[in-house]
């Protein structure tokens, strides 16, 4: 991705450079007067400091953050050169899948808060903006229902804390270090109780749902605006690029099932008795075609 869009940079350099060019530099002038013109074809472009930055955040936001923080989270929960499925629980995608959706969010907010003070108008006031406030707070919800996802459990999490009932506090073992009582319980996720089954869809048929939506979104927002012709190059791009990576990667059998990257391939586990949880193509194995896994590599020799 960062070769592409180092592609991109040095193609808006050169078609600048073109237009200095006198002699046989008026097709590169005319690509870059079109770039630089609205959308509308209009001779001016002065968007309000207000909209000019809520658009940015957005697109920021909704644009790059979220996308990446989806393509990590789908193909990255087994990384490159990870000796899986010795190596079990690799905490990249988490991480980095929480990061880019709480920066997204914060983004959000602050693109929110940026539009109210400059038009204070209710959100039908357009389409735009009732499809927007409707992405903010389903995008919120998203983050706020990730506390839901029950305990994790298993072996990776013996210690699970469980809410209890003050009558049974008493009864309870208290941890070594005092902190509360603990008990050896399963968890949500490794048993894959209902709760986490209800979560997973959820999870990722709305987060899926919204990207779908916010592209609608900044497509709308860039047309209110009459945003620069560059602008919807350089998105068009990044979305072409998000694509191929996406094909690519999982081409390459990186959709690894969360359960297995978690716990292992063992059959005899409850999650996988199940089925895997998400849509095309989710890679699960045993222990009988684990070693012909396309990926990553170092598994073939396990």
Known sequence: ????????????????????IENDGAPLTRALEWLLSPISGATDHDPSSGTYLHGRLMVLAWGFLVPVGI?????????????????????????????????????MLAAVVVIVL????????SFHAGIGWCVVIAGWLQLLSSHLRGAMGGPTQPGTPVPLRNW????????????????????????????????????????????????????????????????????LLWWLVCAAVFIVLQHQGQAIDCYQAIWGIDEALPGNRMKPIGWWGIRRYSSANVAAAPYPRRARGG
């Open 1 to 20: 991705m960062l070769r592409v869009g180092m592609l991109v940079a040095c193609l808006f350099s050169a078609l600048a450079w073109g237009a200095s």
């Open 168 to 235: 049974q506090w008493s009864q309870v073992p208290r941890a070594a270090d005092g902190s509360g009582p603990r008990i050896d319980w399963p968890g949500d996720h490794y048993n894959m109780l209902r709760t986490r089954v209800v979560f997973e869809v959820l999870h990722k048929v709305c987060g899926y749902g919204l990207l779908a939506v916010s592209a609608l979104t900044l497509v709308t927002g860039l047309l209110a605006a009459d945003a620069l012709n560059w602008m919807w190059v350089a998105l």
């Open 71 to 107: 393509l990590l989270s789908r193909f990255y929960k087994v990384t490159p050169g990870q000796d899986w499925p010795r190596v079990l629980n690799n905490p990249f995608w988490f991480n980095s899948h929480r990061a880019f959706a709480y920066g997204a969010g914060v983004l």
């Open 118 to 125: 400059e038009d204070p108008r209710p959100p039908w006031r």
